[in-house]
């Protein structure tokens, strides 16, 4: 009778010829070369390519059309062509040394625009924030003095401040309110009801501003009021208001504020919505069954589940506050008391040509942003881990 030696596997089951098989894959280096000089060119057509569509648009008969498909083209068919080949040269290295690298590979091209679009331009600006009025020359703490220094930069921290403290609350609390009214109604009312909420979101903050100028217009008493808001002022027996110049109290400050309230009103809405969708019915039921009424059912069941959501979109709307820009400098260019950090910036580099200062405001900025990102980043990670 003919035995044969029992095969000893190992802990995972594969035999060890075939492990080792696995583990000692060879190198192929013409794939990794292959692979390397592929993506080199791809990246460099696709570079190209696009620097010729900005710079050389008579190339392409000045068509916007056609170099928009163009474009379209070689910017999606170019990143698979370098993906593929970033592939290709991963597989060319021991296969071991493959499997662990594969991931990173495909995120390196992410992080890279990221270093290239976000850091680099952030490191550059805080150095510049030390530098001379055209960055040639350091002057210390020069700018930093120079801005604390000025009333017109406290005037526009405060009204940021204003801003922070208004926008995102009313913002969410109106969106909070939709919300829930909406979502009694019968399904073609709440579509309908949402859909005019909503619809301001497709609007620019330059077509928003523009769009308000004409509820906020002001014509001297006595001449015909063209402005929604005088309108109705001087037909109830008051005086028209140019309510852009009204300093007292910010008021102009609040009237921009509006602006900004009736955009994010509906995005406030969609998220808050399908957060109040997602509870749980019988839970519902259940508070409806104890005897409470609709309000405490939404403060003590409701509310508390769409706690989180609450919290994205209120930290959402904040960071976008902080960063207000096109709204001021439509209406008001910052006149009158209304000016905000962002809008300072701007003027410090391309009006007064002071690109230190402006930098200055800039890392300010930055570092009131910071702060908000961090609690943000925090938050989902609670939530995630609660999950």
Known sequence: MTTTAPTRHGSDGAAPLERNERKSSPARPARVIIGAVGMAVTAWFVCNA???????????????????????????GGSLL???????????????????????????????LIAVFLLYPTVQTIIYSFANDDSTAWVGLDNYRAIFSSGAFWSSLLNNFL??????VVTVAFGLAVAVLADKLSPTGEKTA??????????????????WGLVYAYNSPGEAQTGLLNAIVTALGGDPQPWYQIDTARLNSLALM?????????FAMVLLSSAIKGVPEDTVEAGRMDGASEI????????????????????????????????????????????VIAN????????????????????????????????????????????
Do not use: H
């Open 163 to 168: 801003w922070i403290l208004i926008v995102p």
């Open 50 to 76: 696009f620097l010729a569509f900005a710079y050389y648009p008579q190339w392409f008969a000045n068509s916007g059309i056609l170099v928009g498909v163009l474009g379209l083209v070689i910017g999606i």
């Open 82 to 112: 370098f993906f593929y080949f970033l592939n290709l040269c991963i597989e060319g290295f021991p296969s071991r040394f493959a499997e662990g690298l594969i991931p990173y590979a495909f995120l390196l091209p992410g992080f890279s």
């Open 296 to 339: 405490r059912i939404f403060w003590q069941i409701i509310f508390p589940q769409v706690r989180t959501t609450l919290i994205a979109v209120l930290i959402t709307v904040l960071i976008l506050v902080l960063k207000v820009f096109d709204i001021i400098y439509v209406t008001t260019n910052g006149l009158y008391n209304s000016d």
């Open 258 to 266: 509006v602006i900004l309230i009736w955009l994010q009103t509906g």
């Open 194 to 211: 949402k859909s005019f909420i909503f619809l301001p979101m497709a609007i620019s903050f330059v077509g928003a501003a523009t769009i």
């Open 344 to 387: 300072l910036f701007f003027r410090k580099l391309f009006t007064d040509q002071q690109a230190g200062q402006a930098s200055a405001v800039v890392v300010v900025l930055l570092l009131l942003v910071i702060p908000i990102l961090i609690y943000q980043v925090k938050s989902f990670r609670d939530q995630e881990a609660n999950r």
